[in-house]
């Protein structure tokens, strides 16, 4: 059973334009949301989080919103550069404090220059 | 500050063997986690570690085992290994004061089963 789906496995996009990725829950008792950008042979990196009581949370190129009630997240990287071209997983996480973090399969961005 | 480092980074293995595989966190981070990622599956919980005691648990046989020591320091296991173990091995640690907090992941340890 995929709690985090990530229905996209790749995307392309032109470098200087707006990245999309999305990423749909099922489990509602998630309250806490990241993503990571992974390149070949390193281990996931930390991008940006939002917590369910937000809707959008921004840091520089990457903004995150979060639609609770159509248990959807997505991730806007604007404007897009060649060095985004990675891996991007969503995870999510319930209660406070427990680590354990669901992730989705992973959407491969590709920026074309 | 230095990030989490995985021992070995890459291994192979025959079927039928044991393996152990080692991760050292972010200094100060007490809490520890392990996951597996395989092509289309992703990242797959394993299991989590905070002051020596197994927190959380994936959906994973008994064959993967783990530890923490006291140092933080952890150690993942997996014995009799099948074909179908080969993948990433992915550690992450993280801090746990209280907020939301971030786990940070090492460069993971490649396992190849023959």
């Known amino acids: 059973d995929q709690q985090v789906k990530q229905n996209s496995p790749s995307l392309s996009v032109q470098e200087g334009r707006i990245s999309i990725l999305n990423c749909d829950y099922t489990?509602?008792?998630?309250?806490?949301f990241l993503w990571y950008k992974k390149y070949p042979a390193e281990g996931p990196t930390f991008l940006i989080s939002?917590?369910?009581?937000?809707d959008k949370n921004e840091d520089g190129r990457f903004t995150v919103f979060l639609n609770k009630s159509a248990k959807h997240l997505s991730l806007h990287i604007v404007p897009s550069q060649p060095g985004d071209s990675a891996v991007y997983f969503c995870?999510?996480?319930?209660?406070?404090?427990?680590?354990?973090?669901?992730f989705g399969t992973g959407t491969r961005l590709t920026i074309i220059p | 500050k230095a990030g989490v480092t995985q021992t070995p980074r890459y291994l192979i293995k025959t079927r039928g063997q044991q393996v152990t595989l080692s991760c050292s966190p972010i200094?100060?981070?007490?809490?520890v986690s392990w996951y597996q990622q395989t092509p289309g599956q992703g990242l797959q919980f394993l299991f989590e570690?905070?002051?020596?005691?197994?927190?959380n648990k994936g959906n994973f046989p008994g064959r993967f085992s783990g530890r923490q020591f006291s140092n933080s320091r952890s150690e993942m296991n997996v014995s009799t290994l099948e074909l179908g173990d080969s993948a990433l091995y992915l550690c992450?640690?993280?801090?746990?004061?209280?907020?939301?907090?971030?786990?940070?992941f090492g460069p993971g340890t490649r396992l190849l089963v023959l």
């Open positions: 992450a640690s993280s801090l746990l004061t209280g907020g939301q907090e971030t786990q940070y």
């Open positions: 489990n509602s008792m998630f309250d806490y």
């Open positions: 939002i917590s369910s009581i937000k």
């Open positions: 995870a999510a996480r319930k209660d406070f404090g427990n680590e354990k973090l669901t």
């Open positions: 200094s100060g981070h007490r809490s």
């Open positions: 570690y905070f002051s020596e005691t197994q927190r």
